[in-house]
């Protein structure tokens, strides 16, 4: 099973799973979690690795939730409290709070508290799902500057 199918469905824009969660955390208006589930299931109705409650006469899934058919097996998420996750703006707030810190090792620790390296960014504080996005491409391009080395084990 090749897990880029997964991967590109989480990440893709503009209709992956977390560019859907962004959109639906940024945007003005009433929003909530079952929203965002209802246009990630419009947007992703037709891809073979993601299933959703399809209407009120469904039964197959309960409510609130979406299921990614992942290599390991089917993987359920339940979506209330995404949102919120989504735009917890703690550590922002966090960092600038230790960067003001007098302590020199903490001042350190959180570099990307110093607002002044803020000017130009984007008004809005990156969401969860964007540093997690991030992250990864991150892991994947230093994995990809290594060299695999493979142990083979033989069990009598």
Same mark, same amino acid.
């Given at each position: 099973?090749?897990?880029?199918?997964?991967?590109?469905?989480?990440?893709?824009?503009?209709?992956?799973?977390?560019?859907?969660?962004?959109? +639906?955390?940024?945007?003005?208006?009433?929003?909530?979690?079952?929203?965002?589930?209802?246009?990630?299931?419009?947007?992703?109705?037709?891809?073979?690795?993601?299933?959703?409650?399809?209407?009120?006469?469904?039964?197959?899934?309960? +409510?609130?939730?979406?299921?990614?058919?992942?290599?390991?097996?089917?993987?359920?998420?339940?979506?209330?409290?995404?949102?919120?996750?989504?735009?917890?703006?703690?550590?922002?707030?966090?960092?600038?709070?230790?960067?003001?810190?007098?302590?020199?090792?903490?001042?350190?620790?959180?570099?990307?508290?110093?607002?002044?390296?803020?000017?130009?960014?984007?008004?809005?504080?990156?969401?969860?799902?964007?540093?997690?996005?991030?992250?990864?491409?991150?892991?994947? +391009?230093?994995?990809?500057?290594?060299?695999?080395?493979?142990?083979?084990?033989?069990?009598?």
């Amino acid at each position: 099973f090749n897990n880029k199918v997964i991967c590109d469905l989480v990440e893709a824009r503009p209709a992956g799973i977390i560019a859907l969660l962004d959109e +639906e955390s940024i945007r003005p208006g009433d929003k909530s979690d079952v929203i965002w589930l209802e246009k990630m299931s419009q947007a992703l109705a037709t891809h073979k690795h993601f299933k959703a409650k399809q209407g009120p006469s469904d039964r197959s899934m309960g +409510e609130g939730v979406f299921m990614l058919v992942h290599y390991a097996g089917d993987v359920t998420y339940n979506v209330n409290g995404f949102l919120d996750r989504n735009t917890d703006t703690l550590f922002k707030d966090l960092s600038r709070l230790m960067f003001k810190s007098s302590n020199k090792i903490l001042k350190e620790c959180f570099p990307e508290g110093d607002e002044s390296t803020w000017a130009g960014a984007a008004k809005r504080p990156p969401t969860a799902g964007k540093a997690f996005v991030t992250s990864m491409q991150s892991m994947i +391009e230093l994995l990809n500057t290594k060299i695999p080395s493979y142990v083979r084990c033989i069990k009598p």
